[in-house]
């Protein structure tokens, strides 16, 4: 309940303007309660950016898990970052928003979060293209990711039915982005892969 008070808060008004008393009064405690668990505002915001990054991973490695095929995990793992993103938008904004990467400390979470992403793209790709080639690919696809979804974020609000009713993902103008840019980095993928082996046709 704090944690996601916290997440709510901290992204309606920023890392400066949120107090520890809006917090707590939001998640109906007292301050000194949340100093039980945090000593400062700063240690309860780096708790959070984590634990989202922690929670995004996951949601991403969940959906690729039981998959054989390397094509297969990739679009999964495109598809699994956008529910993310249409399921706990909140959370996306506040990690990935312009605020956080003001700060030093904070940015240097953010950018691990970044790179860990990266790496799950990385193994998706062909084992053939040399490391630093693919992983420099997998860091361009994840900020293609990113910055796709903050502008879904940033043009479309809670996409709803006619009767009010928030539509599933798989429904939803996010799942058409997911999917269309799944499509357009895979297609180039393979056409990195076919250009390797035409230069080493041992590969």
Same mark, same amino acid.
């Given at each position: 309940?704090?944690?996601?008070?916290?997440?709510?808060?901290? @992204?309606?008004?920023?890392?400066?303007?949120?107090?520890?008393?809006?917090?707590?009064?939001?998640?109906?405690?007292?301050?000194?309660?949340?100093?039980?668990?945090?000593?400062?505002?700063?240690?309860?915001?780096?708790?959070?950016? @984590?634990?989202?990054?922690?929670?995004?991973?996951?949601?991403? @490695?969940?959906?690729?898990?039981?998959?054989?095929?390397?094509?297969?995990?990739?679009?999964?793992?495109?598809?699994?970052?956008?529910?993310?993103?249409?399921?706990?938008?909140?959370?996306?904004?506040?990690?990935?928003?312009?605020?956080?990467?003001?700060?030093?400390?904070?940015?240097?979470?953010?950018?691990?979060?970044?790179?860990?992403?990266?790496?799950?793209?990385?193994?998706?790709?062909?084992?053939?293209?040399?490391?630093?080639?693919?992983?420099?690919?997998?860091?361009?696809?994840?900020?293609?990711?990113?910055?796709?979804?903050?502008?879904?974020?940033?043009?479309?609000?809670?996409?709803?039915? @006619?009767?009010?009713?928030?539509?599933?993902?798989?429904?939803?103008?996010?799942?058409?982005?997911?999917?269309?840019?799944?499509?357009?980095?895979?297609?180039?993928?393979?056409?990195?892969?076919?250009?390797?082996?035409?230069?080493?046709?041992?590969?």
């Amino acid at each position: 309940m704090l944690v996601e008070v916290a997440i709510q808060t901290f @992204s309606r008004k920023g890392y400066h303007d949120t107090t520890m008393e809006e917090v707590a009064l939001g998640a109906g405690i007292t301050k000194p309660v949340i100093y039980q668990h945090f000593r400062s505002k700063q240690e309860l915001y780096i708790a959070i950016l @984590s634990q989202v990054g922690e929670d995004m991973i996951a949601a991403l @490695s969940s959906a690729t898990a039981t998959v054989d095929s390397s094509e297969e995990r990739f679009r999964r793992g495109i598809g699994a970052y956008f529910r993310f993103v249409y399921d706990h938008r909140t959370a996306f904004e506040l990690i990935f928003g312009s605020g956080p990467r003001r700060d030093p400390e904070f940015r240097t979470i953010i950018a691990g979060v970044e790179e860990r992403i990266a790496n799950n793209i990385t193994s998706e790709l062909d084992r053939q293209l040399a490391g630093d080639h693919r992983h420099l690919i997998a860091s361009g696809v994840q900020a293609l990711a990113e910055g796709l979804a903050r502008r879904y974020i940033r043009e479309h609000s809670r996409e709803l039915d @006619s009767d009010g009713i928030e539509l599933p993902f798989d429904e939803s103008i996010a799942a058409q982005w997911s999917n269309q840019l799944a499509e357009l980095i895979w297609i180039g993928v393979r056409g990195i892969q076919q250009r390797v082996r035409f230069r080493d046709p041992d590969l």
